[in-house]
């Protein structure tokens, strides 16, 4: 039984995800797309005329929204939660794919992505991370004058820069010294 329509361009985006996480933006053909997706490049070029607009359609499709959490009741909750919901993020099917396109592509063709890192990635932690903020400063956990972007950018910047010097996946135990080492310090009311 063929498939069209959502269901096609569904198998298309998935197989697209699949193979930027595997072979990297410069590995990426149509070619390989169309045979993971078990159909033709016809198929893949009659809906998206360049590799960068299929990705960009991939990942405004395959990046998992972050969800807001309950109040878990202490800064070091929420922060320890936020990791966890984060890292699985990273590591999804959308999050490796991006994070090949970011890693291999140059400045010009990372461009073309800027508005889904910043729509889908970059700003939905931001506005979590702030509103974690919020509570733990109605709480009294958190010092109030303690916010800004350079703060909202502090864990995120950790996860990735860890997970590129190192090499591996993030642990809890990775995520628990972020939070209780440098988050709840900086945070934390005195």
Same mark, same amino acid.
């Not at 298309?12 to 930027?20: E, H, M, P, S, Y």
């Not at 903020?133 to 709480?139: H, M, N, T």
């Given at each position: ?12 985006? *998935? ?7 595997? /072979?990297?933006? !410069? ?7 169309? /045979? ?14 360049? !590799?960068?607009?299929?990705? &960009? ?15 878990r009741g202490s800064l070091r909750a929420d ?23 970011? *890693? ?6 990372? &461009? ?17 991370? /702030? ?9 009294? *956990? ?21 997970? !590129? ?8 135990? *990775? ?16």
């Amino acid at each position: 039984m063929r498939r069209r329509g959502d269901v096609l361009e569904r198998a298309i985006l *998935d197989a697209t995800l699949v193979q930027l996480g595997a /072979a990297g933006w !410069k590995g990426l053909t149509i070619e390989g797309v169309a /045979a993971r997706a078990q159909t033709g490049k016809a198929a893949v070029y009659r809906r998206w005329a360049s !590799k960068a607009a299929l990705v &960009e359609d991939a990942l405004r499709a395959g990046v998992p929204p972050l969800e807001t959490q309950p109040d878990r009741g202490s800064l070091r909750a929420d922060l320890t939660e936020f990791c966890r919901a984060l890292r699985d993020r990273m590591y999804s099917s959308g999050g490796q794919a991006l994070r090949a396109v970011l *890693d291999e592509c140059d400045r010009e063709q990372a &461009e073309q992505f800027h508005e889904v890192v910043m729509g889908q990635i970059i700003e939905p932690g931001k506005e979590l991370i /702030a509103e974690l903020l919020r509570r733990g400063v109605e709480r009294g *956990d958190v010092r109030p004058e303690v916010n800004g972007d350079l703060v909202l950018d502090v864990l995120p910047a950790m996860m990735m820069y860890r997970h !590129k010097t190192t090499g591996r996946d993030l642990s809890d135990e *990775d995520m628990d010294e972020m939070v209780d080492q440098v988050m709840v310090p900086l945070l934390h009311t005195r």
